[in-house]
């Protein structure tokens, strides 16, 4: 999509929580651009258990992705934005780390870490020229939402003031806003896009 609209692209794979996958790409990005101006830490997975029942992995893996790839990817392009004065990191959070939610101990433990690290590196960059916002979304209509029976769907929606799901490109136009110029004067902050859920 960025090719169609005349843009330039190139895909890396990576293990988020590797430092070292994380340090190659930011390199390879350099190497092609010279500078990067715009990251956005968005890798997520979740490995939902009540606590009692979590397993050690369970708990390392969610936190591994969601909170140390936060870290990585950060460190890796931070030095070149410094130099460059300029710079938008975006990171996604989510709503259940402001709330909590039974089973998510891990997941919600992971998101809760991202808004504090935003809001740490936010002050360390911000004489830099640098930005640090977050995006914490609520339910968002995906396959996983689409999986689940029509009743708990349904019960989703009914906690939800707007009375529906969010959309992809309802999370994308708040990163969007935020990584743009318009957003210079926003710093250490966490956008809520959650049809209301959290107020």
């Given amino acids: 999509k960025i090719r169609?609209?005349?843009?330039?692209?190139?895909?890396?794979?990576?293990?988020?929580?590797?430092?070292?996958?994380?340090?190659?790409?930011?390199?390879?990005?350099v190497k092609s651009n010279e500078k990067i101006d715009h990251l956005v830490n968005n890798a997520g997975i979740t490995r939902d258990n009540l606590l009692?029942?979590?397993?050690?992995?369970?708990?390392?893996s969610?936190?591994?992705v969601n909170l140390k790839g936060v870290f990585n990817f950060s460190k890796a392009v931070i030095r070149n934005m410094i130099n460059s004065r300029y710079g938008r990191i975006v990171n996604i959070s989510s709503?259940?780390?402001l709330m909590g939610n039974v089973g998510q101990c891990n997941y919600s433990a992971s998101k809760a870490g991202v808004i504090g690290f935003t809001k740490s590196l936010a002050?360390?960059?911000a004489s830099r020229g640098i930005t640090v916002n977050a995006v914490a979304p609520?339910?968002?209509?995906?396959?996983?939402?689409?999986?689940?029976?029509?009743?708990?769907?349904?019960?989703?929606?009914?906690?939800?003031?707007?009375?529906?799901?969010?959309?992809?490109?309802?999370?994308?136009?708040?990163v969007k806003f935020l990584l743009s110029d318009e957003a210079a004067y926003i710093t250490g902050q966490v956008i809520n896009v959650n049809?209301?859920?959290l107020m």
């Fill in 4 to 29: 169609e609209n005349k843009g330039k692209a190139a895909v890396f794979a990576a293990d988020v929580s590797r430092m070292d996958e994380a340090m190659e790409v930011a390199e390879a990005v």
């Fill in 52 to 60: 009692m029942r979590m397993k050690e992995e369970e708990w390392d």
């Fill in 62 to 64: 969610v936190l591994n």
């Fill in 95 to 97: 709503i259940v780390g």
């Fill in 123 to 125: 002050r360390e960059v």
């Fill in 138 to 174: 609520g339910y968002i209509a995906s396959p996983m939402t689409e999986n689940l029976p029509e009743s708990v769907q349904q019960k989703f929606r009914d906690w939800i003031p707007v009375k529906r799901f969010g959309t992809p490109e309802e999370i994308t136009h708040a």
């Fill in 195 to 197: 049809g209301g859920m």
